[in-house]
């Protein structure tokens, strides 16, 4: 059996418990000369609840990964694992990327009964 520590258990029992699939939550724990990264494997569909609005959970884990790593004299991060092409896809809309398809602003006609809609 692996060796399990605190923090990445840690991260493993808070993210568990917001997801909708927590049998897929996964923590892989690397050390380098930098400190620690746990990187956290979720269910595609489950990313925008680990990240939260404007990253605002991520962020919040992040804060408590690092005091948890502090406890142990150790300077620790996490990195949440994003598919390949999962941006790409999760933007799209109608077979275009969002970003393409932002409203435009009208040009004006010319004519100002037509810019006014009378």
Do not use: W
Request: charged share 25%.
């Amino acid at each position: 059996m692996a060796e399990q520590h605190e923090d990445a258990s840690f991260v493993e029992f808070v993210v568990k418990a917001i997801v909708d699939n927590p049998q897929d939550v996964k923590v892989e724990r690397t050390v380098d000369d930098m400190g620690v990264l746990c990187t956290l494997h979720v269910n595609p569909s489950d990313l925008g609840q680990v990240i939260g609005r404007q990253g605002q959970t991520a962020k919040s884990i992040r804060t408590l990964l690092r005091v948890v790593g502090a406890k142990n004299h150790a300077r620790v991060n996490m990195k949440i694992y994003e598919p390949e092409g999962y941006r790409k896809f999760k933007g799209e809309m109608g077979g275009k990327p969002m970003a393409d398809q932002a409203p435009q602003a009208p040009q004006p006609s010319g004519d100002l009964a037509d810019d006014l809609k009378l």
